[in-house]
């Protein structure tokens, strides 16, 4: 992984500067990173003299529903806007019902993402697959714009970053990623108490529906391990939040897996997939191939049901992706620290 600077388009700050009402639109069930990107750019914006709303179609989970100003969230942007800015999302659908192209179709629009399977949808296109998380574009952003970044907006860009990491655990966290880590800190971000709030503290009902799921864990030759999440198993353990909680982290860790994935059952009858995989393997092209999207690392779609004939498709998808993947390595020399 390359540490060289990252660089910002200049034609964002143009974009800002001549816009006075900004809707900042993050993508559908948000993550800690889309939450934190989206309210820490809205409070640049406004810090700027901008009148900034912070636009998401679904609630803030859990893991960041401590940070202030969560509450400011609008669930589809005004028409009466001079500017988008979508954080954080990789193609155009991933805003949901936030985003009305029939009222803001005319509008300008600047793609801030950082997802490598960005469809470049904006006016202005800023994606940038080497940043770990689209809270460190937003701290680049600043940065390159001078714009001031308070405690509260470090927290905010700190959560983010630290949340799309894992808690700094992922293979691309580099010496870039810990100086920017630090510089936030020094601005104010209380990393401890972030880390708390946000790694340490799980609701009750997501402990009972993992013991539900966990049970039913299967294992595929190649090195697949998976299990499902039934919407009845959502009602028994009490759990209505959507995603799996880090489930599907937890299972990757199992060290004869080399992609995890959990297949969620949702009250439409889609079926959500989520993929990690291992340093060295791929899952965003699958993701893609599904109509989704993501990281290598982790990616992940929304398909049609019933879930036995999701997780069919997505598992012999898995098993071609995963002996291509392997038989590509076979054919370069690795270095010893290079994962499986
Ligand atoms: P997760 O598995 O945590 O839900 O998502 C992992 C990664 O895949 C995230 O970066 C997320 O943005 C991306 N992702 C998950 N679901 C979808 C999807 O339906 N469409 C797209 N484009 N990306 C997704
Ligand atoms: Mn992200």
Redesign the pocket.
Known sequence: MSDNAITVPPEIANAIDTAHRIAVIT?V?P?GDAIGSCLGLTHLLRNLGKDAIPVCQDPVPYIVNWLPGVEEFVRKAPADVDLVISI????ID?MGDAYDAGTLGHIPLVNIDH?V?NTYFGHVNWVEPRAVAACEMVYHLALAFGYPITPQIATYILTGLLTDTRGLRTANVSARVLRVVTHLVELGAPIGEITELTFNRRPLAIVKLWALALPNLRVEPEGIIWLVITEAMRQEAGYDEP?DGGL?SFISTAEEAYIGVVFTEKPDGTV?V??RARPGYDVARV?FALG????PQ?????IDGPLDTAVQRVIHALREALTEQKAARAAVPQPAHAGK
Do not use: P
């Open positions: 993508h069930a993550d954080d999302l990789s193609s991933r997802h399977t995603g599907v959500n989520s993929m993701a989704g999207g993501g990281h982790a990616a992940g779609a929304t």
